[in-house]
């Protein structure tokens, strides 16, 4: 039984502490930045170096070719179909580190310093996007190898190296291979805790629709003493259209956009409230004060559970220095919508582009170019590896696990669920100021280390947790 031999693992975790971390620093110092073609040796090398350590701890590890950076897949098998088998996917590719000069050490050279509020980090790009975060699964089946020999049940493990740059070349190789990849569910650790106290699973990412609107008028730059009142001017008639897409409530005023939008079940939506989300600790240190979402909502559903429309960028007319008397031939905007469960981008697409068409003058054209259509995700909030994830965090940092949404969107998990058909467990100890993607990215200590106890706890409990 799996439980029998935790407490000896977890022992060994806070024994071999020191080895894991610089386990973890050899990783980081590999620069793996996997949008600048300048480091497509060092991705390469990233991934050489996974496989090889996840063959120490047992697993029949491979560097696997796509058309972009390689993806490692690791197996571990042996049980006969007696417990689950779970994939997990993180990965090792980090975000490019410019600014250079706004670090304060450099970016791959990691090392462990003082917070300003005393807390221990880690410093280092990567340190928890995701390399910091992948590592403490992999150093959890190490303990567990090392203790008893053997992993507690089947696992599948699946890193890529172009998660940074939207997955384009692994999209395609896990399509390729899916039968390669069956599992009973997908483990993924590219989340985060509610608070550096409180452990959280995600259990809903909302989608992502994202839109350029181009709307044109004259058929060139005019001047505006000359025609201005008689011509028409794109920028005010893109404005017109904007504004009219919320009302005085916050609401998103598009026809039929909430339909099929659910409302939060009421237990959930109850831990929510005691979460405490204001105004005060969320907008205050970002220099505002007043929610903008829909007024009859709490500020936590408004950022986590309720679809959004906002306005990415907006470009139109003469905006160099001075002053130019013009009204210009076209202007365009760039908007995202955040979606929930139950709503289809691409019916959400077809309403908004309705609603603008329906809104451009006869004398003027518009044109709209896609980036991106993903749905959103949602956990069965009953299903049994959520339930026993809940309790092992529990038990080990010593307060109730959360179940929370997350605002933005990660489009892998869609992915397992279209391709593969698999739920996805979101497990991870990152937080809201590791500064991840910016310069001085860090990750917890304590992060570090009780996230490899977090798995090898919820290892156990999976192996103990009855299949289907």
């Known amino acids: ?99 250079l000069d706004l670090w304060h ?39 567990w ?77 005019l001047h505006s003493g000359l025609f201005g009142g008689g011509a028409r001017n794109p920028i005010r008639v893109l404005t017109e259209v904007l504004g ?59 950022v986590a559970s309720r679809p959004t429309c906002d306005v990415n960028g907006i470009v139109g007319g003469y905006i160099g220095e001075g002053s130019k008397t013009v009204i210009p031939a076209h202007a365009s905007a760039k908007i995202s919508f955040r979606l929930v469960e139950g709503q289809d981008p691409l019916k959400i697409r077809k309403i908004f582009r309705d609603y603008v068409k329906a809104r451009i003058p006869a004398d003027c054209t518009v044109e709209f170019e896609d980036h991106s259509a993903a749905p959103a995700v949602a956990l069965d909030w009953t299903m049994k590896p959520l339930t026993a994830a809940k309790k092992a965090l529990t038990e080990e940092w010593g307060k109730e696990a959360v179940l929370i949404g997350s605002g933005g969107s990660i489009p892998i998990v869609a992915d397992f669920k279209e391709t593969l058909g698999l739920d996805c467990l979101l497990v991870g100890f990152g937080l809201d100021d590791d500064n991840i993607h910016s310069p001085n990215e860090k990750y917890d200590l304590t992060s570090y280390h009780k996230g490899i106890r977090s798995w090898a706890r919820i290892l156990a409990a999976l192996a103990e947790t009855p299949q289907g």
């Open 1 to 99: 039984m799996a439980n029998a031999n935790l407490q000896s693992v977890l022992e060994h975790i806070d024994a071999d502490f020191n080895n894991s971390l610089e386990r973890l620093f050899t990783l980081l110092r590999i620069k793996s930045i996997s949008a600048e073609p300048a480091f497509a040796g060092e991705c390469q090398a990233a991934a050489e170096h996974l496989a090889k350590d996840l063959g120490t701890i047992g697993f029949e590890a491979k560097v696997r070719p796509t058309a972009g950076h390689p993806a490692v897949v690791g197996k571990s098998n042996g049980h006969s179909g007696a417990k689950s088998h779970v994939l997990f996917y993180g990965h090792y590719d980090v975000q490019p580190v410019d600014p």
């Open 244 to 302: 009219g897409l919320f009302d005085e409530n916050g609401h998103i005023t598009l026809p039929g956009f909430y339909d099929g939008v659910k409302d939060l079940p009421a237990e959930v939506l109850a831990q929510w409230k005691k979460l405490n989300l204001t105004p005060e600790n969320f907008l205050k240190p970002i220099g505002l004060s007043i929610p903008a979402g829909e007024k009859e909502r709490l500020l936590i559903e408004q």
């Open 145 to 221: 190898k090392t203790v008893t020999g053997a992993l507690p049940l089947d696992i599948t493990v699946l890193l890529e190296g172009e998660e940074e740059v939207g997955s384009k070349n692994f999209v395609p190789f896990l399509q390729a291979n899916k039968d390669e990849f069956k599992a009973d569910f997908a483990l993924v650790c590219d989340t985060g805790m509610w608070d550096p106290t409180t452990p959280a699973i995600t259990t809903m990412l909302r989608g992502l629709l994202y839109e350029e609107v181009k709307i044109k008028a004259a058929n060139r730059d």
């Open 105 to 143: 050490r450099l970016p791959f050279e990691p090392v462990v310093t003082d917070h300003a509020d005393g807390r221990k980090i880690i410093v280092a790009r990567g340190a928890e996007d995701d390399k910091g975060q992948l590592m403490t699964f992999v150093e959890a089946c190490r303990a």
